[in-house]
Nanobody, 117 residues
Framework: QVQLVESGGGSVQTGGSLRLSCAAS????????MAWYRQAPGKERELIAA???????HYSKSVQGRFTISRDNAKKTCDLQMNNLNPADTAVYYC???????????WGQGTPVTVSS
């Protein structure tokens, strides 16, 4: 089992920045892709950024150029730097990881981000 704890959410004004962090603990030897999803009120959860163990990254079009995902394999952490935030970024943000050679996937509890105009 892998446990994920997110931190760093909060409230900001349009144009502001936040940095989300996700810390993995437990059986972390096989961590593969680490990712951030978000779910806005009334909408489906969407993938916004992902990073492989060798640090290849992927971003959704909605955050490309504004958000940066990073990870520290030694510390088992994954961060999401969010810049130039706007009200459309308001959502609960979730950390997600999967494992090498496994169908196991894990979710954090979510951290809310609110962007006001």
């Amino acid at each position: 089992q892998v446990q994920l704890v997110e931190s760093g959410g909060g409230s900001v004004q349009t144009g502001g920045s936040l940095r989300l962090s996700c810390a993995a603990s437990g059986n972390t030897e096989r961590l593969n892709i680490m990712a951030w999803y978000r779910q806005a009120p009334g909408k489906e959860r969407e993938l916004i950024a992902a990073i492989t163990a060798d640090k290849n990254t992927h971003y959704s079009k909605s955050v490309q150029g504004r958000f940066t995902i990073s990870r520290d394999n030694a510390k088992k952490t994954c961060d999401l730097q969010m810049n130039n935030l706007n009200p459309a970024d308001t959502a609960v943000y979730y950390c997600n990881v999967n494992e090498h050679m496994s169908l196991n996937t894990y979710w954090g509890q979510g951290t809310p981000v609110t962007v006001s105009s």
